[in-house]
């Protein structure tokens, strides 16, 4: 900074941990609260220039908006290029419209950097440690998962037979991804809904099941929280899985916690007559919860592109204890977590689940729960913003463009505060 006469600049390069995102590593000149420069948010013109030129370029200050020095006249870029695609970028603010000097150095600099990167991937060539793919992986938790519901060849046989089965246990046991798994297992090239919401009238339920029925075309459909339905619900639901006609595979998956809203006695006694029961994390074999944590690490260190992260014995131990997490969703979150806030190549720690709110996992495609979605996609996006700022709450504000005091309510309702 001193050598290019610069009054405040900072070094960007790109994410370990979100294919496509850059992620600022080092500052020079800021406040604690540090600054967010709008205009190089991704798909910004500025960000676009930054993609396509291959040398230094000056951002005069009628042309930015929101430079951190009042009076800075502009700003120098230089994109930082390896193999034509963009790794990071310098910036610095200057006082005056840069000199050819101050252009050329900063080019130089830039091109040794992206030097070290070209490094770096030589020296990692050949290196790509044994993993499953995420079918097999998906196979592995489903059979666990099926194994740990006492589900057997008689479930499966009757499941066959009657196309339906019921999944009972509390909440975030697994029951949805058992019934995905099962959907896998035995509807593998027909598709799947999952349907989170009844219609309240006969006549619209009748014609959705129609409607539902033709997306999967003989596939399956997943029906969540049946012990809200209502009793006309039921009877309609019970005189579409009976009828005498082909149909998709039903699976219905039941809160073992609540109560049913009502009952229909024979809608009842036709769930009963195939049904398996996943029981609560902490009542699962210490080997089964080892595998689970297992998977879960391999699925998030997968999604975010970590692959060279290692578990440590401490960290799975904990992981393992069974009243470290409340049930599968708190397990995945907290993995979740750790893997995007570990910079190193070891995730050593968590921090502790106990009274902290229930978290949001991302949903599939197939699922239709507009809610579940935008929340999940909200914790992502603060997640990634915890990261990219260090934790601190006023530059992520800035970046997420809401206000501080939005940010520590929505970090205290997704689990994060």
């Not at 200057?94 to 070209?118: D, G, H, V």
């Not at 246990?169 to 035995?186: C, D, F, I, V, Y």
């Not at 708190?330 to 720690?349: A, K, M, P, Q, Y």
Request: charged share 30%.
């Amino acid at each position: 900074m001193r050598v290019l006469k610069g009054e405040v600049g900072l070094l960007v390069l790109a994410s370990d941990f979100e294919p496509g995102a850059l992620e600022e590593v080092a500052s020079s000149g800021y406040g604690e609260e540090g600054f967010f420069y709008t205009f190089l948010s991704r798909g910004s013109e500025v960000r676009r220039s930054l993609e396509s030129e291959r040398s230094p370029f000056f951002l005069s200050k009628d042309q930015s908006s929101g430079l951190y020095k009042s009076e800075s006249a502009g700003c120098l870029l230089s994109g930082i290029y390896s193999d034509e695609k963009l790794e990071g970028f310098l910036l610095i603010e200057l006082s005056s419209p840069p000199e050819p000097w101050q252009t050329i150095l900063l080019a130089l600099l830039c091109q040794n950097i992206a030097r070290s990167f070209k490094s770096e991937k030589k020296e990692t060539i050949g290196f790509a440690p044994s993993r499953e793919t995420i079918e097999e992986r998906w196979s592995r938790m489903g059979k666990l998962l099926f194994r740990m519901s006492g589900g057997g060849k008689a479930a499966l046989d009757n499941y066959r037979k009657l196309g339906m089965l019921k999944i009972r246990g509390p909440r975030s046991s697994g029951k949805k991804t058992l019934a995905k798994w099962l959907h896998r297992n035995e509807s593998s090239d027909r598709g799947f809904l999952v349907i989170g919401v009844l219609p309240e009238q006969g006549g619209k339920l009748e014609k959705s099941l129609e409607e539902w029925e033709t997306m999967v075309q003989g596939g399956t459909l997943i029906f969540e929280k049946i012990q809200e339905y209502s009793a006309l619900q039921q009877k309609l639901l019970y005189e579409y899985a009976v009828a005498e006609r082909s149909r998709p595979r039903l699976v219905f998956l039941e809160n073992s916690e609540i109560s049913p809203k009502e009952e229909l006695v024979f809608f009842r006694s036709f769930l009963e007559s195939n049904f398996v029961e996943l029981p609560i994390w902490s009542n699962w074999p210490k080997e089964d919860r080892e595998e689970m944590v297992t998977l879960f690490f391999e699925e998030a260190r997968e999604a975010q592109g970590r692959r060279d992260l290692v578990l440590s014995k401490q960290a799975k131990i904990r992981l393992v204890h069974p009243e470290m997490n409340r049930n599968l969703e708190d397990l995945r979150n907290l993995i979740e977590e750790g893997v995007l806030h570990t910079s190193g190549r070891e995730l050593l720690g968590f921090s502790e689940m106990i009274n902290r709110p229930q978290g949001v996992s991302i949903p599939e495609a197939d699922d239709l729960d507009l809610r579940k979605a935008v929340e999940a996609l909200e914790r992502q996006k603060i997640l990634l913003a915890y990261k990219l700022f260090g934790g601190n709450q006023i530059r992520m504000s800035k970046a997420l463009g809401i206000s501080r005091g939005s940010l520590q309510y929505k970090l205290k309702n997704l689990g994060l505060g």
